[in-house]
């Protein structure tokens, strides 16, 4: 029964998802938006909203940028109102699961994933295991970068990107010895 809800859980996100993407009305996607937003507020992860905010406002002026740019055969009135669908599709589907997330426990998904082999199972547990540990790292990255005097990593990203890597795979070496040592097989 546990199987069931986890799974319906999963399928409506990706329900959700494909219609959010299929929506031609902008009306419509900003009040879904602002809605999603409201419960996002009511949740105990604001923090995480706005810094999901931070990440997609670059995206959104990338996007706006590219459409009056490079498209155009098109109207300028047109090549706005796309680059607002094209955000606000990205900003709800990147909202939708961030709620998905807070609202769902890791242990959830996986059991959702119940009809898959061991192994995969188990390579899922390990990608949410370092999903939240490489944003660790980077903030702890960051913070030394920029204790050693280094301001920005705006067309630079050496300095977060090698550390960053040398960090995850020390972490994956000692889990995957871990695993050994405990006899895990298939």
Same mark, same amino acid.
């Given at each position: 029964?546990?199987?069931?809800?986890?799974? #319906?859980?999963?399928?409506?996100?990706? %329900?959700?998802?494909?219609? %959010?993407?299929?929506?031609?009305?902008?009306?419509? #996607?900003?009040?879904? #938006?602002?809605?999603?937003?409201?419960?996002?507020?009511?949740?105990?992860?604001?923090?995480?909203?706005?810094?999901?905010?931070?990440?997609?406002?670059? +995206?959104?002026?990338?996007?706006?940028?590219?459409?009056?740019?490079?498209?155009?055969?098109?109207?300028?009135?047109?090549?706005?109102?796309?680059?607002?669908?094209?955000?606000?599709?990205?900003?709800?589907?990147?909202?939708?699961?961030?709620?998905?997330?807070?609202? +769902?426990? %890791?242990?959830?998904?996986?059991?959702?994933?119940?009809?898959?082999?061991?192994?995969?199972? #188990?390579?899922?547990?390990?990608?949410?295991?370092?999903?939240?540990?490489?944003?660790?790292?980077?903030?702890?990255?960051?913070? +030394?970068?920029?204790?050693?005097?280094?301001? %920005?990593?705006?067309?630079?990203?050496?300095?977060?990107? +090698?550390?960053?890597?040398?960090?995850?795979?020390?972490?994956?070496?000692?889990?995957?010895?871990?695993?050994?040592?405990?006899?895990?097989?298939?």
């Amino acid at each position: 029964m546990k199987n069931f809800f986890a799974s #319906l859980k999963i399928i409506f996100l990706i %329900t959700f998802t494909i219609a %959010t993407l299929n929506i031609k009305n902008y009306l419509f #996607l900003t009040r879904l #938006l602002f809605i999603l937003f409201i419960f996002l507020w009511l949740t105990p992860s604001r923090k995480l909203v706005f810094s999901r905010l931070k990440i997609l406002l670059p +995206v959104a002026i990338m996007i706006f940028v590219l459409q009056i740019i490079f498209n155009q055969s098109q109207s300028l009135i047109w090549r706005i109102e796309f680059a607002y669908f094209v955000f606000i599709r990205i900003a709800i589907v990147s909202l939708a699961v961030l709620f998905f997330m807070t609202v +769902v426990s %890791t242990s959830e998904i996986i059991l959702a994933f119940w009809f898959l082999p061991k192994n995969i199972k #188990l390579v899922l547990t390990m990608t949410f295991y370092f999903i939240p540990t490489i944003f660790k790292e980077t903030g702890q990255i960051i913070l +030394v970068q920029k204790s050693r005097g280094l301001k %920005t990593f705006s067309w630079n990203i050496a300095p977060l990107i +090698v550390p960053l890597l040398h960090r995850i795979f020390i972490r994956a070496e000692a889990l995957s010895l871990a695993i050994i040592s405990r006899g895990y097989e298939e």
